[in-house]
């Protein structure tokens, strides 16, 4: 089997923890609560060592297997989706070694619940803000453009239209989704408190 096929194999994987993943941010729109209440509804399906292992291999293996396919690829990739894939691609790649190291660290070392206050924290703290703030909008947004990337190539004998519009719509509901999940984590849409033990986490000593 070849590399791209695994790599469809695994994203398949991270797409159906994702899309579990990003309902629980659009969720937390509505504020800190029910994002919560959703994480704590949804957790006994995901927080499974079986369940984690897996997703944790395949994030690994994505990441691993999405750069060498980027750099293997550089010299023959012409046009502008598959320069568009392979930018989101990479972008996913740092975001999820920096996004699922944070996350076990947190749990592991700082000992706290990795629910909407951890991803917040940040977004109250000067200058952790100017980086947080990017850092999770492309998140969303790259994962969106790359799903629709990977969409592209299955509708080649369709209309321009129709080719067009399988990037585009997945990649501009990304950046309207994107943009209200960073809006509610930095307070704008409704009031967030974070809690003393989060902000510690960014306080020098
Ligand atoms: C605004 C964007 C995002 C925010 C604020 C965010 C926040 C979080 C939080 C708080 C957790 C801990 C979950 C828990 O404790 O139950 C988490 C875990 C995780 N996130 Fe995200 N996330 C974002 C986007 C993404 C994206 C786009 C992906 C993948 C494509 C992703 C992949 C993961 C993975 C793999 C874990 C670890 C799950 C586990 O093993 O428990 N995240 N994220």
């Given amino acids: 089997m070849a590399i791209r096929d695994l790599h469809r194999i695994s ?21 800190a609560v029910s994002h919560i209440n959703f994480m704590e509804a949804i957790r006994p399906i995901y927080r499974q060592p079986v369940i984690e292992a897996v997703l944790l291999f395949c994030v690994m293996f994505q990441v ?5 396919l980027a750099i293997r690829g550089w010299k023959q990739r012409h046009g ?10 990479m972008y996913l790649a740092f975001f999820l070694v920096v996004h699922v190291s944070a996350v076990l660290l947190g749990r592991a070392v700082l000992k706290l619940d990795t629910n909407f206050y951890f991803a917040a924290a940040g977004f109250y703290e000067t200058p952790y803000k100017f980086f947080f703030a990017p850092y999770y909008f492309f998140a969303i947004f790259a994962l969106f453009t790359h799903l629709g990337c990977a969409a592209y190539w299955q509708v080649q004998a369709r209309p321009t239209l129709v080719r067009a519009l399988t990037v585009l719509i997945p990649a501009g509901c990304g950046l309207v989704i994107s943009l209200f999940i960073v809006l ?11 809690p003393a033990e989060y902000k510690a986490t960014y306080e020098l000593k």
């Fill in 11 to 31: 994203a398949l994987m991270i797409a159906a923890y994702a899309a579990l993943h990003v309902t629980n941010h659009i969720v937390g729109i509505g504020g």
């Fill in 64 to 68: 691993g297997s999405g750069l060498f």
């Fill in 80 to 89: 502008l989706i598959p320069w568009v894939q392979a930018a989101s691609g």
């Fill in 184 to 194: 509610s984590l930095a307070g704008v849409l409704h009031p967030v408190e974070i």
